[in-house]
């Protein structure tokens, strides 16, 4: 016969057990704020904010690709702050630096103050130059590790959650990416394909404009690119300056269920070592990670990504040769690549850009995407030691072997 009191010490125990576990389950998670974002190029996500006490409205790049969260070296300066030295470093495609730091300060955004935070500082007149309006910093992982931050590209919004239980709606697949202990940067598994398949693991950049980067070494090791492909000269931006690297096609990205054909992929000669190869084999960019709504869920270590409208979009293949940079107020061609079309059309890095395809607009956007059409003319008028040039070329196709 079963003993009764053994039973009711058992049904006791189950009990206090489970109201224990209840103790631990967090609250449902709320929303605190949403409000608009702007798409920079390759779908970069800018937000405005404001720092201290100070009127000013900032723009700060919103960036899974940063360990922490910084303001840009003239944007400190005007505001006549005295950052505090450090041994502390960062890397970057063109560099390493070692930064300063502005401890314990308040950052405002819309309908939220987020205090405690601690920013490096670096230069971000690169960045500048390169999406035409002022970048005064960027934020990383001190912010998105405190909230559940969702991202609309749909609607270009976004909403800050407090951190709990949440349920995430239907359509979408639930990635489970590591955030690195050391650096707390996410990193997601995916499958590339051309000559070869391999699994890998990349770090997962929303700060990134670009499909996909692949380091030189992952692509020598593993024999990945198909012989056939014809490699372009590129010159890319990022932190420490400019840096050449080139330019392909891949045959497929698959990212969970997600397949992309014949992605835009850039390949670097990656001698800072940000890729952490063999580790990893490079990075995911926002012009693929721009095509799912996301909720970011840094303390499970969660995204969550629904396709949205972008989903389908082709990508742009065109090749000119040059990158335009807006410069002391004028857009400027920078480097122009060897037999490109803009070399051979007589185009010179320096030369000022006054209108594309009849477009004086001078916004930069438009002209970058004016540059976009394959096997269209393209008509640019140049200044040029106070002349000006009309220069006719054809973008051709990175898809071409």
Not at 109 to 117: E, H, N, Q
Not at 160 to 189: D, E, H, M
Not at 247 to 271: A, Q, W
Request: glycine share 8%.
């Amino acid at each position: 016969m079963i003993n009764k009191l053994f039973i009711s010490v058992v049904f006791f125990a189950i009990t206090l057990s489970a109201k224990t576990q209840e103790e631990f389950i967090p609250p449902p998670s709320k929303k605190v704020t949403e409000f608009s974002f702007t798409q920079l190029t390759g779908g970069v996500v800018l937000i405005n904010a404001r720092l201290d006490n100070f009127p000013d409205t900032l723009n700060f790049i919103f960036d899974t690709g940063s360990s922490g969260i910084s303001l840009d070296s003239t944007t400190v300066l005007y505001f006549n702050l005295k950052p505090t030295p450090s041994e502390r470093t960062i890397r970057g495609i063109a560099g390493i630096k070692r930064v300063s730091f502005l401890t314990g300060r308040k950052l405002h955004l819309p309908g939220l103050d987020i205090d405690s935070l601690n920013f490096h500082i670096n230069d971000y007149d690169i960045l500048t130059s390169v999406y035409g309006l002022k970048i005064d910093g960027i934020i990383g992982y001190s912010v998105l590790s405190r909230y559940i931050i969702k991202l609309d590209y749909d609607n270009n919004k976004i909403e800050f959650w407090t951190k709990g239980t949440i349920r995430y709606p239907r359509g979408g697949y639930l990635f489970k990416p590591s955030i690195n202990a050391f650096n707390a940067l996410p990193v997601q598994s995916a499958r590339v394909k051309d000559a070869v398949t391999i699994n890998a693991r990349f770090l997962y950049d929303i700060g990134a404009a670009l499909c996909l980067l692949l380091s030189k070494d992952f692509i020598e090791d593993s024999t990945f690119l198909d012989k056939r492909r014809k490699l372009y000269v590129k010159e890319a931006e990022g932190l420490g300056g400019k840096v050449d690297m080139h330019i392909t096609v891949s045959r497929e990205l698959k990212i969970g269920p997600y397949r992309f054909r014949n992605v835009p992929t850039y390949i670097m000669d990656d001698v800072n070592n940000i890729t952490s190869y063999p580790v990893m084999g490079g990075l995911i960019g926002n012009d693929i990670l721009r095509r799912f709504n996301t909720i970011f869920n840094y303390e499970r270590e969660e995204f969550y990504l629904t396709p949205n409208t972008h989903y389908g979009e082709s990508f742009d293949y065109a090749y000119t040769g040059v990158e335009l940079y807006f410069i002391d107020g004028n857009i400027v061609a920078g480097d122009v690549a060897k037999g490109s079309p803009a070399e051979a059309a007589g185009l010179k890095e320096g030369d000022i850009v006054v209108a594309i395809n009849k477009n004086f607009s001078q916004n930069l956007t438009a002209l970058k995407q004016a540059l976009q059409g394959i096997n269209e003319k393209i008509k640019m008028i140049v200044r040029r030691n106070e002349q000006l040039l009309e220069l006719e070329f054809k973008a051709r196709s990175i898809m071409s072997r």
